[in-house]
């Protein structure tokens, strides 16, 4: 429900603004209004101006905006771990903060720099480390000599290794060795030892066939290649006891230094809020005043705070909310425990404007009833209703799945009601096993009288949506729209009795006055609507006709429940029978979940609330403390 | 008589095809530029959801046309 609103001044002495705007801030129940339209009459506009802060509170402003961009830049270096929140006012002691700021910055800055560089070198030295994990086994049964030379290459492709060792053969003939063996990352590394004569040339002819040979950092220069794998480990476990050693270092400063530090952006951030909420202050020479917005519940707990805080110098008035008010004023939902689940369905919605409806309740209301009304069977809503609770018993502490297993719960015990209404338990195992009979309708048989049932069930919703609509109106005063909203009900009613009596489920003798209501009621739907007034009554009708769909996605799971108990029992094995027909009734379940909800909500979402229900709200968005990370 | 029940028959499965079809086309399109969108904005999941499902609108009607061929309303 929309939670009523009242548009209030909070006014009071000067040199009081501070505390009053921090007091203001501590309760958090209280929009404060940018502009002055509508709060300050025209005689007062010659007395009241903006706030302009003096030039101490604007020198604070910049320096604290300075620090804090410093302290960000200070933590932004420091590693994300849980601290246990600072309770202190760091205001006394901010001037030896802030030279401490300068030195830890420094040291952080430098440790973070070092730490990037370790990590950029070790990712480079990941890519020979890959090679070399690779040549390693096969440098084993070799002996190094200074007449020989090796050189290692990458292969992508496993076919290219033929292709280079038949171009070997005819460079160097048979003195040459080419070994290979599959590296962690698909390729193949090579390594082939040569004579060092014969080194640049195979080097070059590699080069030319675009077979790039593996060329180590400059670090690396002046070692031999069994040597270089050395190295690699060498500078590999001497870079990560480095990146240790630094962590370590920032994760011990973090523990000493992070709380003070979050705290003191904690009260800088407290202190920028206000100097950001006075730019939404007016003040004459000795006065200031606040407008916003707040709950009309909340009004009297904050005039009895405003009053004890600053003993009767500070005043909270009610103003007279204006009709040109209506348009701007904040929305809060608030909706009682049965409903709010629902809210997790008119969440995805644009919130609604303040002179109309909260679609909760409606949908609370309509969603399990509609539900019911498809499903429509006492078995599936047993088993649904136990395995949501399950699930909600196991998954209580995530809100939407919680939500949405409430609602199951809800639509479930509809769903028994109708089956029994139905006469159906599994299909007709019910009737099989104890005798269930329909105490309303059957709804695999009696089609036409169940899309009767549907299309009224529609009559009824629709015109409760457009009556909504019309009061809507009649709240904003727009007359003519008013009228249009309310001949427009009467035209579908006449035109749905029209069609009744033609169909004959009402008298003949109705036929002739309901013609004479329709040719009544369309001039004046066209003078107040306009030419196109009337295609909205088509579309209204043709709103109607989509309620049949309670009729058509039920009876698809009727039939499907029917195919599943006339299956097992074709099989003639009580096993087979039970595992068949359970499937079945499982699958059948599964799709009645599913369906009926998305097709009760597009029932709600297209149909219904697109008669009452504008969009175009705001937030109700409070002057209040930034939540603590 | 028995060509009247294959014409009523052919009428019904005509009212319930097309506006299937129909029905079929439009979801393909909505849903290949749902998942477009749920590429960029997960959190529009339920609106495609019930945007997919807006077109079944014809293949109800369809299906309320067929039932009337049928069963003679």
Known sequence: MIVRMSKVEVAGPRELLEKVLSLLRDTGILEIEPTSIGFIKKMDRAYIDSYLPDKNSLSEKLFLEDFKERIDELLSYLPRIVIRGGYFQPQAIIDTINETLQKHLLICRGLYRKKEELQKELTELSRYNIFLDAVEPLLAGLKESSNLDFIGLTLKDPDAEDLLRRALTHLAGERYELMTSNAPDGTRAGLITVHKNMSDRIKRALSDKNIPEMKFPSTFGGLTFVEKIGFLKKRTTEISDELDMINMQLDSFSMKWGTIYQRVKEWIDERLSLFRATASVFVTRMCFFIYGWTASDDVMKLREQLNDNFKGKVVLDELDIEEEDLDRMPVILKNPAYFKPFELFTRILPLPRYTSYDPTPFIAIFFPVFFGMILGDAGYGLFIIMVSFIIFRKFRAKRNVADACRILMAASLYCIFFGILYGEFFGEFGHTLFGLEPVFIERRTAVIPMLYFAVSVGVVHVLIGSFLGFITAVHRKTGKEAVLKLMHILLIIAILSLVASLFGLFPALMTKPVILAILIITPVLLFTGGLLAPLEVIKSIGNIISYARIMAIGLTSVLLAYVANHLAGMTGDIIIGTVVAGLLHLLNIIIGIFSPTIHSLRLHYVEFFNKFIEAGGRKFEPFKKEKRI | ?73
Request: net charge negative.
């Open chain 2, 1 to 73: 008589m028995n060509l009247e029940k294959v014409l009523t028959a052919f009428a019904a499965a005509l009212a319930m095809g097309l506006p299937a079809l129909a029905t079929a086309w439009a979801q393909s399109k909505i849903g290949a530029a749902g998942a477009g969108t749920l590429a960029e904005k997960p959190e529009l999941s339920a609106t495609i959801i019930v945007l997919v499902a807006i077109p079944e609108t014809m293949v109800i009607l369809g299906f309320v046309v067929a039932s009337m061929i049928l069963f003679g309303v």
